[in-house]
């Protein structure tokens, strides 16, 4: 972080006596992505139901769509075996191998990373 304070034209109490106040200003200011996705979850809302594959749609479902747009903390072989095991879950039988599942996987979050939806 980088402080850019302006002096201002009014004083503060100091110590021992009134002292020169400051305006802060704070520059090149960097938060972790982690902590902004805990401040401000995502919103799925902007993604319609109609259009979402077997893949968005189990990510959508999975811990309340915590991972939909991006993998972190974990590794896409991570999610994908959360999918895998999800659809386990509700007895649905994956006829695709957890591979197959990666590769999918994978593919959407590179949409998501090149802006798409």
Excluded: C
């Excluded at 077997?54 to 999610?79: N, T």
């Amino acid at each position: 972080m980088k402080d850019v304070s302006q002096p201002s034209n009014k004083e503060v109490p100091g110590l021992a006596a009134l002292e020169p106040g400051y305006y802060r200003v704070m520059d090149q200011v960097v938060f972790l992505e982690t902590d902004v996705r805990q401040v401000f979850p995502t919103d799925n809302v902007s993604v319609q139901a109609e259009s979402l594959n077997d893949y968005a749609q189990a990510l959508r479902e999975i811990e309340g769509g915590k991972y939909f747009h991006s993998h972190a903390p974990h590794s896409k072989a991570d999610v994908a075996r959360m999918i895998y095991d999800h659809w386990k879950a509700q007895n649905r039988r994956p006829e695709k191998t957890l591979s197959t599942i990666q590769r999918n996987v994978s593919r959407h979050y590179d949409k998501f990373g090149e802006g798409g939806q």
